[in-house]
Nanobody, 119 residues
Framework: QVYLVESGGGLVQAGGSLRLSCAASGSIFSINDMGWYRQAPGKQRELVAVSTSGGSTNYTDSVKGRFTISRDNAKNTVYLQMNSLKPEDTAVYYC?????????????WGQGTQVTVSS
């Protein structure tokens, strides 16, 4: 099995910062893309940022210039540095990874971590 464990969520005032971490573990051969999604109440889950195995990154427009995704391939860990947070960033943030493991290729998800930005 493959597991993704997230940490770093919490409550912060508007304009503040948070750093999310997500570590993948298990019978992993390689990881293609790793990224962060979020889901606010009553809304669909949306892609926030993704980091590919080739080193490229992509962000949804609403977080460009405020959020930075980074990755430590040696630790199978992805980070999301969130600066200048806004109340509309409030959501459950999920880590996702496209993994090649002993079980084949599959996309895995973390359990989610709550980010709440107060105005």
């Amino acid at each position: 099995q493959v597991y993704l464990v997230e940490s770093g969520g919490g409550l912060v005032q508007a304009g503040g910062s948070l750093r999310l971490s997500c570590a993948a573990s298990g019978s992993i051969f390689s990881i293609n893309d790793m990224g962060w999604y979020r889901q606010a109440p009553g809304k669909q889950r949306e892609l926030v940022a993704v980091s590919t195995s080739g080193g490229s990154t992509n962000y949804t427009d609403s977080v460009k210039g405020r959020f930075t995704i980074s990755r430590d391939n040696a630790k199978n860990t992805v980070y999301l540095q969130m600066n200048s947070l806004k109340p509309e960033d409030t959501a459950v943030y999920y880590c996702s990874a496209a993994v090649v493991s002993r079980y084949g290729f599959a996309r895995y998800w973390g359990q989610g971590t709550q980010v709440t930005v107060s105005s």
